[in-house]
């Protein structure tokens, strides 16, 4: 919708209304109410607009992470589903970027009325990155939520349908047959345009780059403490199995628990795909799944995931684990996994239910687990 039939609203890659969600009141005078307060609160979020942004991604990122949050408590959950017990009570941080008369609204403004509808866009703790191979272009996914008086909305909302479909035949009238049922138009060159596409996804590689780590004479296994200090913008999994690994520690419980096993600092102004990463890493041999290996890109504030693997039953077979290979990642399905442009820094991370037989970190529920070292080879692209 936004790429491809709304064009022109995708502001600086975010789409601003992945998550959405309406909220009805009965007076235009709480509309006021409730946007005066974001406004006052946020008020340093809006100037300059963020879709006047013109920096890079790790720039953007800063932007927004330096933002002012409205900051709100979560209810104390009383389920025990373990996620929502990590949650209870909890401060979360709504990043919000924008406050706006919804654009139905404008002849109550022009007419010198208080709008009924009110369009806040937020991010919820850190923008969501979402990563377009084989380029690593990118988009930011942020929340919306509909402020409005309920009559108006209810109104607004039956003649919807017919809206929407002419908005998209407006954009893509090649869509058509879909919508009627009927065959594609034979004039739709389909060939042309799947030539294009495999033309833009080769890439030309100037020359190769090498990272490793040999922990064979002293091989890493868990201890708690370890977890990474960054959000990963990609990844909320991840982000709630720090959490309860950093409030659990080295406790018996049967959460998962995250450690950082290496990092590695790449040039920020390079833009580069990965060919292999092989990761020497086993565990005590038995029992289910135990640990998911995470390769990161630390991109200004946040990091994002860029390839992963379970150490799984036919894993344990191998002398190292790839991640990627002859620039195949295998858990995108993809060729050609390209670093966003701006990354400092590589990590790699395990997740699991980690824990060690004797010493520090014991834990008798925990798998054990020893970390040998990696090797990942990195293509230098040229820029067109």
Not at 2 to 21: C, E, P, Y
Not at 269 to 284: F, T
């Amino acid at each position: 919708n936004k790429l491809f039939v709304r064009r022109g609203q995708t502001a600086v890659n975010i789409v601003g209304d992945a998550i959405r969600s309406t909220l009805l009141v009965d007076h235009e005078d709480d509309v006021e109410k409730i946007t005066s307060m974001i406004e006052e609160v946020c008020s340093r979020n809006f100037k300059p607009k963020l879709k006047d942004f013109t920096g890079s991604l790790p720039e953007l990122l800063e932007r927004i992470h330096d933002m002012d949050p409205l900051t709100l408590k979560m209810p104390n959950f009383t389920s025990g589903e373990m996620l929502e017990a990590y949650l209870s009570g909890r401060d979360v941080r709504f990043l919000i970027y924008r406050s706006k008369p919804n654009s139905s609204q404008m002849d109550r403004i022009k007419n010198g009325l208080k709008p009924h509808l009110v369009n806040v866009n937020f991010f919820i703790d850190h923008p969501h990155v979402h990563l377009a191979n084989p380029d690593s272009s990118y988009l930011l996914a942020a929340c919306e939520i509909q402020i409005g008086v309920k009559e108006t909305v209810d109104g607004l909302r039956q003649d919807h349908t017919p809206y929407e479909r002419a908005r998209l035949l407006d954009g893509l009238p090649s869509i058509k047959h879909v919508l009627d049922g009927s065959p594609p138009h034979p004039s739709i060159a389909y060939s042309l345009v799947k030539s294009a596409m495999i033309n833009h996804c080769r890439k030309k590689i100037s020359k190769f780059h090498y990272l490793s780590d040999d922990k064979n004479s002293d091989p890493t296994s868990w201890t708690s403490g370890g977890e990474p200090d960054l959000l990963c913008a990609n990844n909320d999994v991840l982000n709630f199995n720090t959490i309860a690994s950093k409030e659990d520690g080295a406790s018996e419980g049967y959460s998962n628990k995250v450690q950082l096993l290496w990092e590695g600092a790449v040039d920020a102004d390079v833009a580069y795909v990965l060919e292999e990463v092989s990761v020497r890493i086993n565990d005590q041999g038995w029992g289910n799944t135990s640990i998911n290996i995470q390769l990161h890109a630390q991109v200004g504030p946040y990091t994002l995931e860029i390839a992963s693997r379970f150490l799984d039953v036919g894993e344990r077979e191998l002398d190292s684990i790839h991640l990627v290979l002859d620039g195949y990642n295998f858990s995108r399905f993809v060729h050609h996994s390209c670093l966003p442009l701006g990354t400092t820094k590589l990590l790699l991370i395990a997740v699991g239910w980690l824990g060690r037989s004797e010493g520090e970190g014991f834990r008798m529920n925990g798998h054990t687990f020893e970390y040998h070292g990696l090797s990942i080879k990195l293509g230098e692209l040229l820029i067109d």
